[in-house]
């Protein structure tokens, strides 16, 4: 099946660093989605994007939808604690189903 | 608004013992719906999706089931389980042809 690469698998940053990260795909996607995870939690969605070339922001996230449509990446701008967990990238394809990528630990030392 | 609600948080089984997880829509009709499998808080594997009552499709062979018994009610079950389904489960929701998929607060299964 389809399966999303997303690199880096884990990230440690200083408190004030900014984060990307990314996800590619061997198929077109025509949504991408970006997810955090907290320990014991659900994802919680975080942006969506639906065309590609599409950048858009959530505070100080900023994700963008590649104009390949096989790629997007996801930028955290002056990293704070509570950015603490795991992200995860996800695209639904034509047939209306939902793939996920393996996801980005993230660390933030204060 | 819409909620997903899930249940129960935490279980812990015995091998052999059955299994029976449920997830409830609330605020929305005719919802797709989803069961993921995580192993170690990495990777989200889709066991089930439904996309109205009594539609199942599965994604990978399991010792798993699932049913739909009601349009915004999705159940997932197994006869005996195994040590190797202990993991966490996710249910979540979509609406079709909408694009965002929404998350339950997930089922910590530890089979002992």
């Known amino acids: 099946g389809q399966q999303l690469n997303q690199s880096p698998q884990s990230m440690f940053i200083q408190e004030g660093e900014d984060v990307s990260m990314n996800c590619t795909s061997s198929s077109i996607f025509n949504t991408w989605l970006w997810y955090k995870q907290e320990p014991g939690e659900g994802p919680v969605l975080l942006i969506a994007l639906y065309k590609a070339g599409e950048l858009t922001s959530n505070g100080r996230l900023t994700a963008q939808f590649g104009i390949t449509r096989k790629d997007s990446f996801l930028n955290i701008s002056a990293s704070i604690p509570s950015d603490v967990g795991i992200y995860f990238c996800?695209?639904?394809?034509?047939?209306?189903?939902?793939?996920f990528g393996t996801g980005t630990s993230l660390t933030v030392i204060p | 608004s819409q909620t997903i609600h899930q249940w129960p948080a935490t279980l812990v089984q015995p091998v052999g013992s059955p299994l029976s997880l449920e997830c409830t829509v609330e605020?929305?009709?005719?919802?797709?719906l989803y069961w993921y499998r995580q192993a170690a808080g990495r990777g989200l594997q889709l066991l089930f999706y439904?996309?109205?009552?009594?539609?199942i499709s599965s994604e990978v062979p399991q010792n798993l089931s699932a049913s739909r018994p009601q349009d915004r009610q999705f159940i997932l079950s197994s006869k005996k389980l195994l040590l190797s389904d202990s993991g966490f489960y996710l249910c979540?929701?979509?609406?079709?042809?909408?694009?965002?998929?929404?998350f339950g607060q997930g089922t910590r299964l530890t089979v002992v």
């Open positions: 979540a929701w979509s609406v079709y042809k909408n694009t965002e998929a929404f």
């Open positions: 996800a695209g639904l394809n034509t047939g209306n189903q939902f793939y």
């Open positions: 605020g929305t009709s005719n919802p797709n």
């Open positions: 439904s996309v109205g009552i009594g539609q």
